[in-house]
């Protein structure tokens, strides 16, 4: 039987450890329940280390090394190489626009380094890796705005709609392959 694979982005460690907001809390734990097992394994990339702020890890005290040591049961810490640090800056420098709308005015955005480095590390999963089901789990809809240059970036969730002028590149079509989901667990109620 195939195990069922997920590399979680940052918010979810966030959300996890911090309770906030309410809404998937019981799907997240759900999967970590099952990954201390042998039904599903969880990656993080350590790049999370360094997108988690000491100040955002709540009145516990807590380093974020400590918090993800407390989940090393349930998680497989994967450090960044030079290829997928390389396909995050390939990532990165691509233009990005949306897919709707008239050639001379659709909407750009830049994809974050963070995401950048996330996407490149689930392809490098899949690709060099050989990690099987697969699913990138993530709340990024492109929502926020981004803290660095203060725009809207690309989506996780809904990459491919801003790929307008890259879609038939190999490297994106490796991002739009991917799963990229919300964690919806199968036994837990939709929020």
């Not at 993080?44 to 009145?59: C, D, H, N, W, Y």
């Not at 490149?120 to 926020?144: C, M, P, Y």
Request: hydrophobic share 35%.
């Amino acid at each position: 039987m195939a195990v069922n694979a997920f590399l979680w982005d940052t918010c979810l460690v966030y959300r996890w450890f911090n309770g906030r907001p309410p809404e998937y809390v019981d799907h997240i734990e759900k999967f970590l329940e099952e990954a201390k097992g042998t039904k599903s394994e969880i990656y993080v990339s350590t790049v999370t280390l360094a997108e988690i702020a000491p100040s955002k890890m709540g009145k516990s005290g807590l380093s974020p090394g400590q918090v993800l040591a407390s989940m090393s049961k349930s998680f497989i810490l994967f450090d960044t190489t030079p290829d997928i640090m390389s396909l995050a800056g390939y990532l990165r420098d691509q233009r990005y626009r949306h897919v709707d709308g008239p050639e001379n005015k659709a909407a750009t955005r830049q994809l974050s380094l963070g995401d950048s480095i996330h996407l490149a590390t689930a392809v490098a999963l899949k690709e060099e890796f050989g990690v099987q089901n697969l699913s990138l789990h993530t709340f990024d809809e492109g929502k926020k705005r981004d803290g660095e240059s203060g725009k809207k970036t690309v989506p996780i969730i809904g990459f491919q709609n801003w790929c307008r002028d890259c879609q038939n590149d190999e490297e994106i079509q490796k991002v739009i392959s991917l799963q990229r989901t919300k964690p919806v667990h199968p036994q837990c109620p939709l929020p």
